[in-house]
């Protein structure tokens, strides 16, 4: 019986090494997310809805050296951008991956029946620094592309395409003026109304509120979302919105947490701790200081200067608990904490 159960266990961890799950933290206007890579001949392939912004799927066969990307829709044209809109390399596996932006979002709710095309318009709001003509190069998904000259109502820029998904980029001038002069490209299924935001490199945008030709007014105060090193036992946020003390963020699962800060604004420099000192700032995944962050959507922590635990009573400078013990292993401090080890950066040690 003791041989048929060891047999047992050995196939179901063979089993286990051929399969990886992959989490990917997702802009917060991301209605789906896909996944395309070696592991399955970079096809789109649909990822399960955790919440809002995070998405997961365990694919079998997948190793850890196979390269993916990310889209947020069944195609190409939605695929991942860095949030200055540029290219993302192939990625290689990670355990909790970050988004920073889509070259498209793709709405499952409003997808044309195929051969169906209809009236898409786009209206945009351009940087008061685009002082030549505005022009835009449109293109439908799979069409040839032209340049046009936009309508002018008012402050906005409008282009309308009939076709099932529009492609366009502003520009400010005639031509290819550089970067600097035009937008990311960008995907549109239904209406939508932009504001184009000048950049070091090409200009990017944020969706806005039609209605009457009015941006709607901006929301009070900043969410900050951030992902954090396995074994974290709770998350701090410091920074100029909140005089750099330490407040205690949400947990939302073992690897996120967030906050909603009243007043703040996304030009405030901040830092996160794991605890609510400065001896457990964040660190790189080498251990080096971090600099002061600015506002991103979803900020990703590589390590701790040590792993703060809110539950554990000190006794002679080393913590103990039910959970959790501290010793001593390989030369350095390990945290023992539920049959999994951890280096003092919060980092699991194999």
Request: charged share 20%; hydrophobic share 35%.
């Amino acid at each position: 019986m003791k041989k048929i159960f060891t047999l047992f266990s050995a196939c179901i961890c063979a089993m286990s090494m051929f399969a990886l799950t992959y989490n990917v933290t997702v802009p917060a206007t991301t209605k789906a997310c896909y996944i395309a890579g070696e592991m399955n001949g970079w096809s789109q392939v649909e990822m399960t809805k955790v919440d809002d912004t995070h998405y997961t799927i365990d694919v079998a066969d997948a190793t850890e050296a196979m390269k993916y990307k990310y889209c947020s829709g069944p195609g190409w044209a939605y695929v991942e951008k860095t949030a200055n809109g540029d290219e993302v390399a192939d990625r290689t596996y990670s355990a909790a991956d970050v988004v920073e932006s889509w070259a498209a979002v793709y709405d499952p709710t409003n997808v044309p029946e195929p051969g169906e095309t209809k009236d898409i318009t786009v209206k945009a709001k351009v940087p008061a620094t685009w002082t030549d003509q505005i022009t835009a190069w449109v293109w439908p998904t799979g069409g040839e592309g032209k340049e046009v000259v936009p309508t002018q109502e008012g402050e906005w820029y409008v282009v309308t395409h009939n076709c099932s998904e529009l492609n366009i980029i502003y520009k400010n001038g005639a031509g290819w003026n550089g970067d600097a002069n035009q937008t990311i490209d960008m995907t549109f299924t239904e209406n939508t109304c932009i504001e184009v935001v000048a950049g070091a490199g090409k200009a990017t945008y944020t969706v806005v509120d039609c209605e009457g030709g009015e941006t709607p007014e901006p929301e009070l105060g900043v969410t900050y979302n951030v992902t954090v090193p396995a074994g974290t036992m709770a998350c701090y946020i410091a920074g100029e919105m909140n005089g750099w003390s330490h407040t205690e963020m949400t947990k939302v699962d073992d690897i996120h947490y967030t906050i909603t800060i009243a007043d703040a604004t996304k030009a405030m420099k901040y830092k996160y701790c794991s605890g609510p000192a400065w001896d457990y700032v964040e660190k790189s995944a080498a251990g080096e200081e971090i600099a002061d962050r600015t506002y991103s959507e979803n900020d990703v922590v590589e390590s701790w200067l040590a792993v703060y635990t809110p539950d554990n009573t000190a006794v002679d400078n080393i913590t103990t608990s039910k959970q959790e013990n501290k010793t001593i292993y390989n030369g350095q401090i390990v945290v023992i904490r539920d049959g999994i080890m951890f280096n003092m950066m919060g980092q699991e040690v194999k």
